[in-house]
């Protein structure tokens, strides 16, 4: 490579040591990014790992706040699927509203179950509305309203058509004797 180097003329070695610059430029400049983007990384796992470090330091805080979250549910109670489109269907019709549902979606997570249906109303009022979310309101803890969407109708004056995502929660077993004891040490 020496001798091929040294065989070129004058014009022809500067461009070449040129373009070697210019490649050693390019790697160099391309390692330091890799070098920054694994530093960043690093440094945002170590956040990460303190930040989990510090939820973990509150597992009694936590476990009192479930406490209170589950006190007075009972085992066994609440809506399951079909208990939730019925009791859906009853708060639109209590509000005077005809709904269109969709299945439901059930998500289990330990002792709980929580049950999501959408549905949606089309040339609602306002008082309507107002209505069926009081009524939904009376069933809580066990139902509750998660995203709610109202758009204009075009054409219809004061009346929307409203998409809602009604969630119940089914307590699936008995409540953890930790979680009772936790109650009373509350109460």
Known sequence: ???????????????????????????????WARVQGSWDGWRQLEAEALAQKEILAKESE??????????????????????????????????????NTESPKTTKAGKFAIHSLQLSCRKADIASILRFYESVKSRAPYLAIGDLVMTAERGSAGTVTFKATITALELIGTVPTGVKAAEEATK
């Open 1 to 31: 490579m020496k001798h091929f180097f040294f065989t070129l003329q004058p014009r022809e070695r500067l461009m070449a040591l040129a373009a070697l610059l210019v490649a050693a430029t390019l790697w160099s400049t391309g390692a």
């Open 62 to 99: 936590v476990r009192r706040a479930t406490a209170v979250a589950v006190q007075g549910l009972d085992s066994g109670q609440g809506y399951d699927q079909a208990k939730l489109v019925a009791e859906a269907v009853n708060a639109t019709n209590e509000a005077g509203l005809s709904a």
